[in-house]
Every structure is written in C-alpha cells, then in structure tokens.
C-alpha cells in the first residue's frame, strides 16, 4: 500500500510538472525533480499518466516527441477555446521557482538559490510583490513561506 501511495505521489509530481512547464520536459529532468535514479521508473509514471489521459478522451493530452514530454491542449479544443487564453499572471520562470517553493514551503532563500541558481532573486522578488510568497528572517537569510493568495490561486491544481 505504501509503494503504491508514494508511486501516485510522484505521478501528481510529474503532472504538475508537466502542467506548470511552458517546454517539454526529458525523463532525466522529471528523475532529477523526483530524486530518482531509475529512469525506467520514471518513464513507467509518465506512460501511467499518458495512458490516464488517454482513457478520459479529454481535451487535454500528454504528447512525447524526441523522449521529451509536454501536457498540451488537442488542437481541436484549442480552436475552440484560444479567445479564453490570456497571459500569465507571472512569467514562466517565476513560476517554475514557484513551483519548486510550493514544494518545500518554508525553503531557505540561500538553499533556493543553490538547487536553482541566482536568477531566483528576481523571481522571489516578482512572487512577493504579486503577494504569492512572503519572506522571513532567518539567520543570514530568508525562509520562504506561501500566501493565502497562492493556495486561493491554485486551488483544484495541486
């Protein structure tokens, strides 16, 4: 029971991956987000995943080309639909650091840093003026903490 509540754990972690990402996105990288060696496990969970899209005939698909995976809409729906597209809120690499912070609420701004690079300044900066994150002192850095704002945001996507 426990492998299988930990296998669809790391499925929810590849969807919403695959959901917040705006470029496809290789088995290595979803094995390095998971902490994962076995690449054959990890293409197992994106399959599982494929196929659960696949079974809904739904409007939303999980497409591979070239070993890269990207959740698109079907281009049937995505006529039907493109006058609701608006932009984003936040850029798209915001919110990949926001992604990353959403699962290590409480992260160290330093730790951030080192797992994402330097570039993340300017996104915590973008995040808490757009009131998706606060900061708070600790030590000679800063944990990062979500708002209210962010769980009333994506709410039903997580």
């Not at 998971?34 to 409007?59: C, F, H, M, S, W």
């Not at 903490?145 to 009333?152: G, I, P, R, S």
């Amino acid at each position: 029971m426990i492998n299988m509540e930990k296998s669809l754990e790391k499925q929810k972690i590849i969807e919403a991956a695959l959901f917040m990402s705006t470029k496809p996105l290789s088995v290595a990288d979803l094995a390095k987000l998971l902490n994962i060696a076995a690449i054959g496990y990890v293409t197992k969970e994106i399959k599982t995943i494929q196929k659960q899209y696949e079974d809904r005939n739904g409007p939303i698909q999980i497409f591979e080309e070239n070993g890269k995976y990207i959740m698109t809409l079907k281009a049937e729906y995505a006529r039907e639909v493109k006058d609701f597209a608006k932009e984003a809120e936040i850029n798209p690499h915001a919110l990949k650091t926001l992604g990353y912070i959403a699962k290590r609420d409480g992260i160290l701004k330093s730790d951030l840093c080192k797992k994402l690079g330097s570039t993340i300044y300017q996104d915590v900066i973008e995040l808490n003026e757009k009131g998706f994150i606060t900061q708070k002192k600790s030590g000679r850095t800063k944990k990062i903490f979500l708002t209210q704002k962010f769980k009333d945001y994506f709410k039903g996507e997580l």
